[in-house]
């Protein structure tokens, strides 16, 4: 089964210094039909203006993946972190027992443009713990790259869940196929530009769900850049 979700169905939440789109219920957005997908439960489309950004806050007990499309992020954690990412660059932050943190945009003049990612742990109550990589877009280019899973295969940053995260950037004859393991659900985010996944037209922000189905093909991209999400 392949369930459509369209860019202007989801969420949305306009603060002035951040727009966000929510795929999923997310703060004042609660929609019973929207609650995750499995252990996905988050995947906020933010855009923050320039010198803007999220004070400290708390999370607990969630695997939070930050992937920089436009501009960029600094993190500052309760654990000693501090960096900025950029596009090209995935952060994950295991929220654990507990950690405070930051995320702003550095820049006085360009906004950021990101998505905000929440995957739900195996297990509760572990040591938070945070990791950055960077992921050249030559290894996203017509392939599908992991960028995120539980064994931190093919450099990946590691998530405490039986999921797996990939990145691919596709335009003209580049294609890009995933097998689906029986009782496996897969998720598309498109990001940006167009592309077919099993024949259905996506634009930005759109989605699909795909259920009960043995693999995902993505073909005819146009400047696109797609998150796929191998669940369990």
């Known amino acids: 089964m392949i369930e459509l979700r369209r860019a202007a169905d989801r969420g949305h ?8 789109w929510h795929s999923f219920s997310f703060a004042d957005y609660h929609d019973p039909a929207h609650m995750g997908f499995g252990p996905l439960r988050v995947i906020n489309d933010d855009r923050v203006q320039p010198g803007m950004g999220f004070g400290t806050h708390g999370h607990r007990d969630m695997e939070i993946v930050s992937y ?18 950029v596009p ?52 996203k280019r017509g392939r599908l ?3 995120a899973s539980p064994d931190g295969a093919d450099g990946s940053v590691v998530i405490h869940q039986d999921a797996r995260v990939y990145a691919t950037l596709q335009d003209g004859s580049e294609a890009a196929a995933l097998a689906i393991a029986p ?20 634009a930005a922000g759109d989605a699909v769900k795909l259920t009960g189905e043995s693999a995902l093909a ?11 999400f191998d669940l369990p």
């Open 183 to 202: 009782g496996r659900r897969v998720y598309v985010h498109v990001a940006r530009g167009r592309v077919a996944a099993n024949g259905v037209e996506l």
């Open 68 to 85: 920089v499309l436009d501009g960029s992020l600094e993190h500052k954690d309760s654990m000693g972190n501090g960096s900025v990412i």
């Open 218 to 228: 993505l073909a005819g991209g146009r400047d696109a850049e797609v998150l796929v």
């Open 88 to 139: 090209g660059d995935v952060q994950r932050m295991s929220a654990g027992r507990g950690v405070q943190h930051s995320e702003y945009n550095p820049s006085p003049t360009q906004p950021a443009h990101f998505l905000q990612i929440w995957i739900q742990p195996r297990f509760t109550g572990i040591a938070p713990s945070y990791e950055q990589k960077a992921i050249p877009a030559a290894a």
């Open 145 to 147: 790259q992991l960028i």
């Open 13 to 20: 939440a306009n603060h002035g210094w951040l727009d966000s």
